[in-house]
C-alpha cells in the first residue's frame, strides 16, 4: 500500500500570493452580505411588479376580455395567470435568498463536519442563495413572456360577434308563417327581409297573430 506524504513547498508564498488569498478572503467573507442585497432588490422588484399587474388584472381584466370568444378569453387567462404565478414563485425564490432557508440553529462542531470551515459555509450560503436568485430572475422573465403574450393576445384575438348576429323574426298571421330581419313597421304594415328573397315580405299588421324572436329561420 503506497503511503502519501505531504511535502514541503519549493518557496515560500510569494506577496502576491498573500495578497491574493487575502483578497480572496475579504470577498468570500462579503459574498454573503452581497448575494442578499441583490435579493432584496429583485424582491422589492418583483412586489411592486405583481401589485401593479394584479391590480390592473383586476380592474380592467374584465373589461379587456368581456368581447373576446369563450376561447380566446381561456387562452388569455392562462397566460396571465401563468404569468403571475411565475412572478409570484420568482418572489418567494428571492425572499428565500434574502432571509435564508435554515429554520434550525447549527452548530460550531456541524459546520465544521460538513464544510471544514465557517468561511466555507458562508461560501456555500452565498452560493445557495445566488442560485436562488438566478432562479428569481428566470421566472421574471417566464412571467414577462407569458403576460406579454396575454396582451398581445387580447389586443389581436378576434371579438365575440354574438351581439352582431342579426335578429330574426317569426311571425304568424293569417296567411301563414314568415320569417325573417325587420325592415320597418309602418302603415300598419310589417316587412321582413326574408333569407333568399330579394323583396321584402309585407304583412298586414292587423292580419299578425303572433311574433317570435328566432336565432335562424332554418
Known amino acids: ?72 378569453r381561456a387562452a388569455v387567462t392562462v397566460l ?12 418567494w ?17 456541524a459546520v465544521h463536519d460538513e464544510y471544514g470551515s465557517v468561511a466555507a459555509y458562508k461560501v456555500a450560503l452565498a452560493t445557495g442563495a445566488a442560485t436562488r436568485v438566478r432562479r428569481a430572475q428566470n421566472l421574471v422573465a417566464v412571467a414577462l413572456v407569458l403576460l406579454l403574450a396575454g396582451v398581445v393576445v387580447s389586443w389581436w384575438a378576434p371579438t365575440d360577434s354574438g351581439g352582431d348576429k342579426p335578429v330574426y323574426l317569426k311571425v304568424s298571421h293569417r296567411g301563414g308563417i314568415g320569417c325573417g330581419t325587420l325592415n320597418s313597421a309602418d302603415g300598419g304594415k310589417l316587412r321582413l327581409k326574408e333569407p333568399g328573397r330579394h323583396e321584402p315580405a309585407v304583412i298586414p299588421l292587423t292580419d299578425v297573430t303572433d311574433i317570435v324572436v328566432v336565432k335562424t329561420c332554418g
Open 1 to 72: 500500500m503506497t503511503r502519501y506524504r505531504p511535502r514541503r513547498p519549493a518557496a515560500a508564498p510569494s506577496a502576491f500570493d498573500l495578497a491574493e488569498r487575502d483578497a480572496f478572503a475579504t470577498l468570500s467573507a462579503a459574498s454573503l452580505d452581497a448575494v442578499r442585497s441583490s435579493a432584496e432588490t429583485w424582491r422589492n422588484g418583483l412586489s411592486a411588479f405583481i401589485t401593479l399587474v394584479t391590480a390592473g388584472v383586476v380592474i380592467k381584466g374584465r373589461d379587456t376580455t368581456s368581447a373576446l370568444s369563450t376561447e380566446w
Open 93 to 109: 425564490e428571492a425572499l428565500a435568498a434574502q432571509a435564508g432557508t435554515r429554520p434550525r440553529a447549527i452548530t460550531l462542531s
Open 80 to 91: 396571465v395567470v401563468g404569468g403571475l404565478l411565475a412572478a409570484i414563485v420568482g418572489l
